[in-house]
């Protein structure tokens, strides 16, 4: 029997694919646009999704073994719904993935997606610190390897598409979502993006960029509100990390926004959706809608009169699949296309391009089989070896005034707060246990998470620890004020352990949809805080937390404070390492953390007029700046090589260097970052803005040199038509430790003509590290 040309692999994909298309039916090509969620019915209040149960009411009518004959185009989160053991899940899946193949005319199995933001989002696998503490750590190489494993893992029971990395770049940080964020500045937030994209894909998983774009920049840090982002800032933070995480990272998917900007939902514009990313950017993969933002369209936006209209617009504007159901996409977009509301052109388009992919994965080859080989183990040593390393590096030392750190080996130590005892202190709102397992409290943990009480109690088997919660993390409640001051009064030192729950839509204090009104601390922790420090006995605060807090009100009255951001399974172990001194802190803050809670919105991105001045009563200068973090030894920066003013022409290059020095006599890591200050622009622009960083581990000792090689792409802005470019004229070169304290400064003058940049311009600033001695 002769191969059809669309199911032989040495044709290229694009020829097989042009050949499957053309023998399916309009019915057929419908089905690869949609997924099916299994189970989404179901929650009984324990919604994953915003709107789940409003979006997904009579869905359940879908008779699966009819729908299944013309195909399908997903599967929504197998493992992500409920507790389902991973070996049996990967079977399970494996015989809906026959069932579906056997039921169609081609044989075409579904693409199963799965959530993965910190780790894979299913029982019994590593919860990974999130990716705000991946910022912390600025360590792009070791964010790769996770994602890498966090791949292996997604298609070891059959996964193939993983909603992963978030892309948005921090604007308010009272918004719930900033644990899922990388930081606040573009050029971290892409650096580190396209490390875990290249990780993931380099494992055969497709990662998905979101949210695309403009999502973190919603009015009053109100999930899903409107975007008032001008054009520059849209152009100049907004997008620069996706387009590195496309061209740097080979991203194959891109999730549509829930949010409008200036009235225009992202789900709507073929601006964004098509001539941006697919025309300007040349991006060949599939766009999928958020959970039920195509939906949203009509019922939340108002775009849309109809379900049929909803679909018809996201299509046009190039949304290629609807998740994480059939609602607009199946029999409302049919009957348009029939009636002539939607040419088939559009159905055709996007078909091929979710074809394409499956292609690409293999889905298409005959000899496909959805079957798991080997043993499935979602924790592993190695897993969570990896998880610990990236919760210790991303640990931030932000005070130590008196070295009270680390703890004395046999001290007396007085453990007090909400967040100690609870494993769940350790985790953000995607990952498994929070994410899904609270709505199952018969079913265990699946997986092994130290609290930090019990990790130093570990850590200082000589020290006396007592407890006391003190308070809720959110409740009213002030009775446990007074044990907690008893236990802290016997103590030499108190740690208190402070922070957040994570939850979605209310159900935390961090999380999606758990907006804050300011930056306090929740609940009465900061009065339990007040009431430590009132015993006079020194106090350590540890923060356990998704966003920053500001901690102006105890500034100087803390003997140490101790951020860290959700760090994961591991994260008991890499506080209590970093209080023992096993641990040297090396994390550096991926967002400022300021001094009043009120005064937001404030990054650290702002023009003169947007940092303290004269004309107005309120400063906003941040208690401790982006890229700040402390160390238990001492670096010495020297041999710096920036030279004198010298000229560089608009298309060209500079190095700037400087040889870092540990002087002290443990080993520790630095990290050296680099940042651009332009005195005088057509447009306004921020005081400083990071355009390099590198970090350093370095034993007693020992020096390492670190070169940057900056070139004038990297000093490109939107100008006030709307074009990229580079402007002669002065600039800074600033060598530092943190946004704020800047070590070394090299002073170029551009010179030649206004160049305007494509969108092959350069995305990053290199860094070469030599040995010294």
């Known amino acids: 029997m002769t191969t059809a040309p669309w199911r032989d692999p040495a044709l290229p994909a694009a020829a097989r694919v042009d050949d499957l298309l053309s023998r399916m039916t309009l019915e057929e090509k419908t089905a690869q646009l949609y997924g099916v969620?299994?189970?989404?019915?179901?929650?009984?209040?324990?919604?994953?999704?915003?709107?789940?149960?409003?979006?997904?009411?009579?869905?359940?009518?879908?008779?699966?073994?009819?729908?299944?004959?013309?195909?399908?185009?997903?599967?929504?989160?197998?493992?992500?719904?409920?507790?389902?053991d991973p070996a049996l899940g990967a079977q399970a899946l494996a015989r809906a993935q026959r069932r579906i193949a056997e039921?169609?005319?081609?044989?075409?199995?579904?693409?199963?997606?799965?959530?993965?933001?910190?780790?894979?989002?299913?029982?019994?696998?590593?919860?990974?610190?999130?990716?705000?503490?991946?910022?912390?750590?600025?360590?792009?190489?070791?964010?790769?390897?996770?994602?890498?494993?966090?791949?292996?893992?997604?298609?070891?029971?059959?996964?193939h598409q993983g909603l992963a990395p978030v892309l948005d770049v921090v604007?308010?940080?009272?918004?719930?979502?900033?644990?899922?964020?990388?930081?606040?500045?573009?050029?971290?937030?892409?650096?580190?993006?396209?490390?875990?994209?290249?990780?993931?894909?380099?494992?055969?998983?497709?990662?998905?960029?979101?949210?695309?774009?403009?999502?973190?920049?919603?009015?009053?840090?109100?999930?899903?509100?409107?975007?008032?982002?001008?054009?520059?800032?849209?152009?100049?933070?907004?997008?620069?990390?996706?387009e590195m995480a496309l061209?740097?990272?080979?991203?194959?998917?891109?999730?549509?926004?829930?949010?409008?900007?200036?009235?225009?939902?992202?789900?709507?514009?073929?601006?964004?959706?098509?001539?941006?990313?697919?025309?300007?950017?040349?991006?060949?993969?599939?766009?999928?809608?958020?959970?039920?933002?195509?939906?949203?369209?009509?019922?939340?936006?108002?775009?849309?009169g109809t379900e049929a209209e909803a679909a018809q617009v996201a299509l046009q504007a190039g949304i290629d699949v609807e998740l994480p159901s059939l609602k607009c996409y199946g029999k409302p977009l049919l009957e348009a296309v029939r009636a002539g509301q939607v040419p088939q052109s559009l159905i055709d388009r996007a078909a091929r391009r979710v074809l394409l992919q499956k292609c690409e994965l293999g889905l298409l080859d005959e000899d496909w089989t959805p079957e798991p080989t080997g043993r499935i183990n979602l924790d592993s040593a190695a897993n969570r070896a990896l998880a610990r390393r990236l919760a210790e590096e991303s640990v931030v030392?932000?005070?130590?005034?008196?070295?009270?750190?680390?703890?004395?080996?046999?001290?007396?130590?007085?453990?007090?707060?909400?967040?100690?005892?609870?494993?769940?202190?350790?985790?953000?709102?995607?990952?498994?246990?929070?994410?899904?397992?609270?709505?199952?409290?018969?079913?265990?943990?699946?997986?092994?998470?130290?609290?930090?009480?019990?990790?130093?109690?570990?850590?200082?088997?000589?020290?006396?620890?007592?407890?006391?919660?003190?308070?809720?993390?959110s409740e009213p409640d002030t009775s446990g004020f007074e044990e907690a001051v008893a236990r802290t009064a016997e103590a030499d030192v108190c740690v208190a352990v402070l922070g957040d729950r994570a939850g979605l839509f209310g159900r935390g204090t961090s999380g999606e949809g758990c907006d804050a009104t300011d930056l306090r601390l929740p609940g009465v922790q900061a009065e339990l805080l007040d009431t430590l420090v009132a015993t006079g006995v020194p106090v350590v605060l540890v923060l356990l937390t998704g966003r920053p807090y500001a901690l102006g009100r105890w500034d100087g009255r803390l003997a140490a404070v101790v951020q860290a951001f959700f760090p994961g399974e591991e994260g008991g172990p890499a506080v209590a390492g970093v209080l023992s001194g096993r641990v040297n802190p090396s994390g550096r803050l991926p967002v400022s953390v300021p001094r009043v809670p009120g005064g937001q919105p404030w990054t650290y991105l702002q023009p003169p007029l947007g940092l303290r001045v004269e004309v107005s009563n309120l400063d906003p200068t941040p208690l401790y700046a982006f890229g700040h973090g402390r160390s238990y030894t001492e670096f010495v920066w020297e041999d710096f090589e920036g030279g004198p003013a010298a000229e560089v022409d608009t298309d060209g290059t500079y190095d700037v260097s400087v040889t870092v020095r540990n002087a002290g006599d443990r080993a520790g890591a630095e990290v050296v970052q680099l940042y651009l200050h332009d005195p005088v622009a057509s447009v306004t622009r921020?005081?400083?803005?990071?355009?390099?960083?590198?970090?350093?581990?370095?034993?007693?000792?020992?020096?390492?040199?670190?070169?940057?090689?900056?070139?004038?792409?990297?000093?490109?802005?939107?100008?006030?038509?709307?074009?990229?470019?580079?402007?002669?004229?002065?600039?800074?070169?600033?060598?530092?430790?943190?946004?704020?304290?800047?070590?070394?400064?090299?002073?170029?003058?551009?010179?030649?003509?206004?160049?305007?940049?494509?969108?092959?311009?350069?995305?990053?600033?290199?860094?070469?590290?030599?040995?010294?001695?």
């Open 247 to 304: 061209r740097e990272g080979g991203a194959r998917s891109v999730m549509a926004a829930y949010t409008d900007t200036d009235g225009v939902p992202a789900s709507a514009d073929p601006g964004l959706l098509t001539e941006l990313l697919r025309e300007n950017w040349d991006f060949t993969g599939t766009v999928v809608s958020d959970y039920f933002g195509i939906g949203f369209l009509q019922t939340q936006h108002r775009v849309a």
């Open 397 to 473: 030392l932000l005070d130590n005034p008196d070295g009270l750190l680390p703890l004395a080996p046999d001290t007396r130590i007085a453990v007090v707060g909400p967040r100690a005892a609870d494993a769940l202190a350790m985790l953000g709102c995607y990952s498994f246990p929070s994410h899904v397992l609270t709505h199952h409290p018969e079913v265990p943990m699946g997986i092994d998470i130290p609290t930090l009480l019990d990790s130093l109690r570990t850590e200082l088997p000589d020290a006396k620890v007592t407890f006391a919660q003190g308070c809720g993390v």
């Open 686 to 773: 921020p005081d400083v803005r990071l355009i390099g960083y590198r970090r350093l581990s370095l034993e007693p000792g020992e020096s390492a040199c670190v070169t940057f090689h900056f070139h004038t792409d990297l000093s490109a802005f939107t100008d006030r038509s709307g074009r990229r470019v580079v402007e002669p004229g002065a600039l800074e070169l600033r060598l530092a430790v943190s946004s704020a304290d800047v070590r070394h400064t090299a002073r170029l003058s551009l010179t030649g003509p206004v160049r305007v940049l494509g969108p092959d311009r350069r995305l990053r600033c290199e860094a070469e590290v030599s040995e010294v001695g």
């Open 37 to 84: 969620w299994v189970g989404a019915t179901t929650t009984d209040g324990g919604e994953v999704a915003p709107l789940q149960r409003e979006m997904t009411a009579g869905s359940s009518v879908y008779d699966w073994d009819e729908l299944i004959t013309h195909g399908l185009g997903q599967l929504t989160r197998p493992f992500g719904t409920a507790p389902v």
């Open 171 to 242: 604007r308010d940080p009272r918004w719930g979502r900033v644990e899922e964020t990388v930081g606040e500045d573009p050029y971290l937030v892409g650096t580190v993006g396209a490390a875990y994209v290249r990780g993931l894909e380099s494992a055969g998983i497709v990662a998905t960029l979101k949210h695309f774009a403009g999502y973190a920049s919603s009015a009053g840090a109100r999930n899903q509100a409107p975007v008032r982002a001008g054009v520059r800032e849209f152009a100049d933070v907004v997008l620069p990390p996706f």
């Open 103 to 159: 039921a169609g005319r081609f044989g075409i199995p579904a693409l199963a997606h799965e959530e993965c933001l910190a780790g894979f989002t299913a029982w019994q696998a590593t919860a990974y610190p999130v990716p705000l503490a991946w910022g912390a750590t600025f360590d792009p190489a070791l964010v790769e390897e996770m994602a890498r494993r966090i791949g292996q893992d997604l298609r070891s029971v059959g996964i």
